[in-house]
C-alpha cells in the first residue's frame, strides 16, 4: 500500500464517507455532459482517472451514446470493489495508476477532483496530455487561499 493510497485502502476513508461522495456523481456527470454537449463533443471512448466509486461513469453512461465506451481507473482497491458490481459491456473499471499501468488512448479523459491528491500535478498534467485530445477536470477550491 503506498503512501496516496493507504487512507483510502485502510478503511478510514470509507467509514467517513460510506458511499465515496457518490452522491456528488449524478451533478457532476449532468455537468460533464452539458459541456460536452454545448461544444459538440460526442466521445467514443471516456477514461475517468480517479474514479473513485465509478458512479460519475455510470451516471454519464446513462446520458451519452450507447456504443460510447467508458472505462474508470483507480489507485485504491476499495473504490474498485465498490465499482466493480457496476460493470457492463461498455463500462469497466480498472485497479491501477492509469499514467504507468496503461498506454491506451482516449477520446476523453476526466479528473474530478483528482488533482488535489497528486503530489506532482504538473508532471501528471504533463504526462495526461499525451492520453487523449479532449479532457474535463473538475477541481476542488475548498483549499485556497480565502480559507
Known amino acids: 500500500m503506498t503512501n496516496l493510497t493507504q487512507r483510502y485502502d485502510s478503511g478510514e476513508y470509507l467509514a467517513s464517507s460510506p458511499d465515496w461522495h457518490a452522491y456528488d456523481s449524478p451533478w457532476k456527470a449532468a455537468k460533464v455532459h452539458e459541456f460536452l454537449v454545448s461544444h459538440n463533443i460526442a466521445p467514443q471512448s471516456v477514461c475517468d482517472v480517479g474514479c473513485g466509486a465509478g458512479e460519475v461513469l455510470v451516471q454519464l453512461q446513462k446520458r451519452m451514446d450507447k456504443t460510447t465506451q467508458f472505462l474508470g481507473f483507480d489507485t485504491a482497491q476499495t473504490a474498485i470493489d465498490l465499482c466493480k458490481p457496476k ?40 504526462k495526461l496530455s499525451k492520453r487523449a485530445d479532449k479532457f474535463v477536470f473538475h477541481i476542488p477550491l475548498d483549499i485556497n487561499a480565502s480559507t
Open 87 to 126: 460493470e457492463n459491456p461498455n463500462l469497466k473499471f480498472q485497479l491501477g495508476d492509469f499514467l504507468a499501468d496503461s498506454s491506451d488512448r482516449y477520446d476523453l479523459i476526466l479528473a474530478l477532483d483528482v488533482f488535489e491528491h497528486v503530489p506532482d500535478y504538473l508532471g501528471f498534467l504533463a
